[in-house]
């Protein structure tokens, strides 16, 4: 009777232990907006979703199709809108941060060639945390 019940439940925890975990950072609904013609920048927005379980520091974020990708966030002061660079963007375990419009936001510097799409890489100073491919969406969307 006993093995008949312990059986399952070895089973069952050899399953539980054999799922590879989830990724630590998942990056989603990236948009980055094409540059305008006379502006040699773009705009990013996106969500990043820290699920490894402890805070974590996004030092810097690097594209191959641009010269320079910054964290930016815009915030109202005397009631004017202003632009800010973030050094470094801390993220709490469970934590999910919005890139959008008006907030938050990836400003994507110089393209080095007419692309299609967008490679995002996201670092905690030398480590790669994460990389994303997205299309590029045209500047009317």
Do not use: W
Not at 3 to 25: N, T, Y
Not at 26 to 54: D, F
Not at 81 to 92: C, F, G, N, T
Not at 108 to 123: C, G, H, I, K, Q
């Amino acid at each position: 009777m006993t093995l008949r019940f312990a059986l399952p439940v070895f089973f069952l925890f050899l399953a539980a232990c054999s799922e590879a975990p989830g990724p630590p950072i998942v990056v989603t609904n990236v948009v980055v907006n094409s540059p305008g013609a006379a502006m040699p920048m773009a705009a990013g927005y996106l969500e990043i979703e820290n699920r490894s379980g402890s805070s974590i520091r996004i030092t810097s974020v690097s594209s191959p199709e641009y010269e320079s990708v910054e964290m930016h966030e815009t915030q109202i002061e005397d009631g004017i809108a202003r632009m800010r660079k973030l050094p470094v963007l801390e993220i709490d375990a469970d934590e999910i941060i919005t890139f959008e419009r008006g907030g938050k936001h990836l400003m994507l510097m110089r393209p080095v060639e007419e692309a299609d799409s967008v490679t995002l890489n996201f670092y905690s100073e030398d480590v790669l945390l994460v990389t994303v491919s997205a299309e590029i969406a045209s500047a009317a969307q």
